[in-house]
């Protein structure tokens, strides 16, 4: 049984280990918005990081937090969430994040906490305690979000070589390489602005738990319902993955950047174009779509139209089976650490 003053610490620490799952998300999801222009040669690695970590911030600016809804009332029902389910679902994300950055592997951050959420209610109340149609929305975006990056990213290298099938190979590429810049800077707000916003949920999620338990001690300014959450949360989840984007996850930025497709800056700007269409589109629904997934396919669209074998189908397909994965091995651990946490506190 947990004293009055342990529960308020609990719930100190686990926010910050929120906020320190929001700075790996930045840093573990870096290459998805820096590796199309590393690699390229727009930028460097340090000037990338910076710019889009600009970028990923300004998203607080620009987007409604109607990804943050979706994480915080969407997935499960109401009274359900406690800290222990909190513990269990960043615990089984974190895990996930680090053992796929280790490989080098650009897993999803966001179905990695999809997972984590899902385990540990599971673990505590059985499945029921889902919403079905909220974790359906996330579940079919796993299939949509690379598809629909795909899509946009191929059709946008098609009308590109369209528009500029008269210009010579090094005006073409002199261009892109600062239109580029414009697609980096579109891809790293969408970044921001869905990415963030997960954290921000999960946030919301042990807030309301925490005042609707009335632990004693919580500051007026950590109160929050599902109608309230408080601004400070918002922004300093776009300030940590902001951070964690910065310090960069250069493993996954290789894998990105260079064994998928080589890339040139028209096929940077296509792959980030359509990218970024998708997560604006995805963010304004409220959906949390993985990043990841969504640059992925855009990347496999732009090689595919050059030609089937541009493509390294070996490296996309093992990236695949680590999204197949990615949901149910981060449940497993965060059922496995809700567990661990009732022995605990």
């Known amino acids: 049984m947990q004293t009055v003053q342990a529960a308020l610490w609990v719930v100190f620490l686990l926010v910050f280990l929120a906020i320190a799952f929001d700075f790996m998300n930045g840093f573990h999801d870096a290459a998805n918005s820096i590796a199309t222009v590393v690699s390229t040669g727009v930028l ?12 990923n911030f ?24 406690d800290t222990h389910v909190v513990f269990g679902a960043l615990t089984g ?24 959420i899902v385990g540990a209610v599971i673990a ?18 796993i299939f949509v979000s690379p598809l629909l990056g795909f899509l ?37 707000l969408g970044h921001g602005g869905n990415d963030a916003q997960k954290t921000a949920g999960i946030i919301w999620l042990l807030l309301i738990a925490a ?17 309230h959450l408080p601004v400070w949360v918002v922004i300093v989840c776009y300030i940590a993955i902001g951070f964690g984007t910065m310090f960069g996850g250069w493993r996954i930025v290789k894998t990105m950047g260079q064994k998928i497709t080589k890339l040139k800056p028209v096929g940077g700007f296509c792959a980030e174009t359509g990218g970024a269409m998708t997560l ?20 496999v669209g732009v090689g595919s139209t050059q030609r089937a074998s541009a493509v390294r189908w070996g490296v996309a397909g093992n990236i695949v089976w680590a999204w197949i994965f990615t949901i149910p091995a981060s449940a497993f651990v965060a059922a496995i650490a809700y567990w661990v946490s009732l022995q605990v506190f």
């Open 280 to 299: 604006f589109l995805a963010t304004a629904l409220g959906i949390p779509v993985s990043t990841t997934h969504t640059i992925t396919g855009a990347i």
């Open 152 to 188: 946009l990213g191929s059709l946008m290298m098609v009308a590109v070589a369209w528009v500029c099938r008269r210009a010579t190979p090094s005006r073409a590429d002199r261009w892109f390489r600062r239109l580029q810049l414009v697609s980096a800077g579109a891809y790293s």
């Open 93 to 116: 994300a974190i895990t996930w994040n680090i053992l796929t950055w280790f490989y080098g592997i650009p897993s999803s951050s966001s179905h990695a906490l999809i997972g984590g």
């Open 44 to 55: 460097k690695p340090g000037q990338a990081v910076l710019f889009a970590a600009f970028f």
């Open 124 to 141: 505590k109340a059985g499945a029921s305690a889902l919403i079905a149609s909220g974790v359906f929305k996330v579940v079919a975006f």
């Open 211 to 227: 005042t609707t338990s009335n632990v004693q001690g919580l500051p007026v300014w950590m109160m929050a319902t599902t109608e």
């Open 58 to 81: 300004l998203a607080y600016f620009v987007f409604h937090l109607s990804v943050a809804a979706t994480i915080g009332k969407g997935i499960v029902m109401p009274g359900v969430v």
